[in-house]
């Protein structure tokens, strides 16, 4: 029988590993971090562009970049397999910094306009 814990030549020493869904796990490594789950589940729900984009360890994937991990946190949410609130109100968050309609309490400035005044 395969070993379902995480690979160490993937994640290198796994630092935290949670699991956010039946067979699904989050997990935070030494070199990597990102989501892993059953190959087979992940070819019922996600698109073949996202398959593409994992690392095969096994009979699991491994989405191990911020781009794939997040489209997938956000199918896996978004059909109901991951209902952990504490999941997804971090991947709520992690949208928001993405969204630039959403003031984040910092100014921009113009640095030529900064240089000028600077120089008066």
Not at 3 to 20: L, M, Q, Y
Request: glycine share 8%; net charge negative; hydrophobic share 40%.
């Amino acid at each position: 029988m395969p070993d379902s814990r995480p690979n160490a030549n993937i994640w290198g020493n796994v630092i935290t590993c949670g699991e956010i869904a039946i067979g699904v796990y989050e997990i935070v490594g030494e070199h990597k971090k990102g989501i892993m789950m059953p190959k087979k589940m992940a070819e019922e729900i996600l698109s073949e562009s996202v398959l593409e984009m994992a690392e095969k360890d096994g009979t699991n994937l491994c989405f191990t970049d911020e781009l794939s991990a997040s489209m997938v946190a956000n199918e896996l949410i978004e059909q109901g397999i991951v209902t952990d609130p504490i999941f997804i109100a971090k991947q709520e968050a992690l949208k928001q910094l993405d969204d630039a309609e959403i003031d984040t309490g910092f100014e921009s400035f113009d640095e030529i306009g900064f240089e000028l005044e600077i120089e008066r």
